[in-house]
């Protein structure tokens, strides 16, 4: 499998996924012209699903350049990494889904739960690649091994906050909701794999 | 015509109908705020829409890899080629449609029917393709006409199972579900075409 | 403005286009689980939204093949030129919406006229931006003025085409539509740039 | 962070954002089939849809001729700009909801101050953008200061007249719509960074 044709066909998913969020933002439906204020009500009242669109436009975007900061350190992509590949591309395009759930009943357990579930998975998958690409020594020579262990605890790391936030939906949605912002914020800071890379540039 | 630019085309409407997918699964409105026992249960009730989501994602991930595997074979791209492939790509743009059908109602002889329909005939588009590619001798020198002759099997076989799955869904919607799970199974595991330039490489 | 990224936005936004085609073809909602024979009732009845379907995948893929046959022969692109450009992309998105009508509402004359419209702008589109590449000189040395003089008059047979088709909506919608498709099919067929390019390859 | 992979993922998000435009104009459900009068009137009745689809279609092509100006002059894209980026293009996705808000309430204060707010903050963070790049010294060596200078003014303005459109929103919404209009029209002339490239060419 050609590398740059995977990350192409990669990033046009992550492009598109990331671009169907705003389909989670709707403007309900009036049965008589709105007055000025039932229509800004009406989009006041939409602010959680703007609050989710931004949250997962920010995971999808931090999951893109995830992507990105870790197929830099690849040499070749094998047949088994296309297909871990597919299994996190099909949870990245359901991120839409969930975070429609999520806007639409943004306090519920049920909703913070379906999204820390998805985010878990996608978080896995990662965990699982980033094995594959070690156990099959796929990473250029330049990568040291120090860089590889930093990624490999940044990961466990993302992983365990996900694993919280999704349990902490069972007993305080809000809460989990709070999570979900602060490992998104966390991962927005540099940390493992491209601190390495910026600094040998 | 260019081979990258036709590429590359190819890989953005790919992208784009894998993504679409996600369309065919909908939260349906609740009249009141639902509980959470009720949002649960319709989230739940979702299932057979994302064995669907999760087929047609593997269905179109492997016809991308397909496409992929073949055209590294080939040397240059002639329009009646430019032609078939549109009739691929439009088979392929279809799938998120039969899939919403097929997630909706799951266990009906239509729908699986449908399915099946959409999937054979990509099936004899790829055929019609590979055999246009042999008989204008586009292939690359260093391709073995045992590759072809493999790949030519696998094809049909491919296409004979896709028959065989449609008509099922005449007698029997669950087996034949069944079977378009399997093909996809069977088609994630390398042969033919990929065997030979994995080894080749 | 750099012609390799022009191309690939152009190419995106074709190729999202004709994706987005498919949105046109809705299964409408049963108020109660149907039946297997109202299922296949509901989905017959879709037969001229599945036509539209097609007939438009071919006029966009055509359109796009169109593109990068006139392109091809370029050797820059200026700031009018990314003008010209949008109001073609802008026309072009549009045709999903076009489709989507004429497929409800396929033998009536507002539908096939408006069809028309959309295809006429176009044309027209296409026509002015091959009279601006002539006036400021853009095409690559080794295109020949007969070669060029050859895409003039394809280009205006096909404008003439869908002016008529669109005026014969006001008379005969069948007969427009059928119209449609009679120029779509012609302009599969090689002409003009693309054979020149061909030869001299 | 690869500059062409960076790109490339902006001009897929601007290609999607700028083809979603279309779901913003949506023919409304006729309880019996309509005569010709009504759907031609239903149809006439979506010009001010046609009128923000254009106006939008145009703000997005500006938007990504603009990003693709900038990015030109530039010689390397560090985290900080990655994060800046994402900002913008959540800003551009978020244009097909504010779209599609204006063309069915056009001449509400609410949905054309909307529409100004999201203008405002895309104008904001390529204002932002800039500065970023002004003090990190990323421009390319070639690029003058008088260059950088000229941008600078002509982003400012650009974001000065977007801020009044806004705040005109309030007073008189037909105002400001033109006002939109007027702006669009007035990036669509080159000036600054583009000027002096293609001079230099």
Redo the contacts between chains.
Sequence with gaps: ??KA?F???S?????????????G?V?PAFKT??S?SE??GA?LALWPNALA??LS??VI?IM??NH?ALF?MVERVD?RM??LN?LL??GT??I??AT??LG??PW????TF?YGIVLTYTATIYNVMLEHLIRTHAFLREISPATIRDTVKAYKIGWSIYVLAMLLALVAPIVSFAAYIFVTLYY?V?HGV?RDL?TSR
Tied chains: 1, 2, 3, 4.
Excluded: C, K
């Design positions: 499998m050609n044709r990350e192409a066909f990033d046009g998913v992550f492009a598109f996924a990331i671009t169907l969020l705003i389909l933002i403007l012209p709105p000025e229509l800004r989009l669109y931004a436009f920010a975007g893109w350049q990105h830099r047949r296309v297909f597919l591309l099909a395009v359901f839409p889904f429609s759930v639409t009943y519920m357990h049920t909703s379906l927005l540099p491209d910026e």
